[in-house]
């Protein structure tokens, strides 16, 4: 009677191990990225008012604020978060669409999913660019 069970196949169940082989597709990544980009803003909030509070005490506490931004890896934390907020902006709109039916195929999802992609990492590039002083 076990080995009947044990031979049976498992339909909508999907554990790590079973998940090894399964491909994400690009549409399910975005919205994946939309859930971590909420999330390292949600938790990156601190840091954003405690920066605020900084910049708008005072004459001499913003010029402490810039000397503070001016390091490397604090920098490569407000691009993060550049990123988080301009890819989240870009697939909330994109699921706005979703919400009113438009874009539900599997092509228009691909291609949406591109679309916000390429807008979210080029934008968050260019402001990097401008951060780190190339441009």
């Known amino acids: 009677m076990s080995e009947v069970v044990k031979s049976?196949?498992?339909y909508g169940v999907m554990r790590l191990i079973d998940a090894t082989g399964y491909r994400l597709p690009l549409a399910g990544f975005v919205s994946i990225l939309h859930?971590?980009?909420?999330?390292?803003m949600f938790?990156?909030?601190?840091?954003?008012l405690y920066l605020l509070d900084k910049s708008l005490t005072?004459?001499?506490s913003f010029s402490v604020f810039k000397n503070f931004t001016s390091g490397g890896f604090v920098k490569l934390v407000i691009l993060a978060l550049v990123w988080a907020y301009l890819h989240h902006f870009c697939a909330g709109i994109r699921h706005l669409f979703m919400d009113l039916h438009y874009g539900?195929?599997?092509d228009a999802a691909r291609k949406s999913a591109v679309g916000v992609l390429a807008v979210?990492?080029?934008l968050a590039a260019l402001i990097g660019l401008k951060l780190?002083?190339?441009?």
Not at 35 to 40: D, E, N, P, Q, V
Not at 132 to 135: A, D, L, N, R, S
């Open 8 to 10: 049976r196949p498992r």
């Open 35 to 40: 859930r971590a980009s909420g999330m390292l």
């Open 43 to 48: 938790l990156l909030l601190p840091f954003i």
């Open 58 to 60: 005072s004459e001499v």
């Open 104 to 106: 539900l195929d599997k």
């Open 120 to 122: 979210s990492i080029g």
């Open 132 to 135: 780190f002083g190339v441009i």
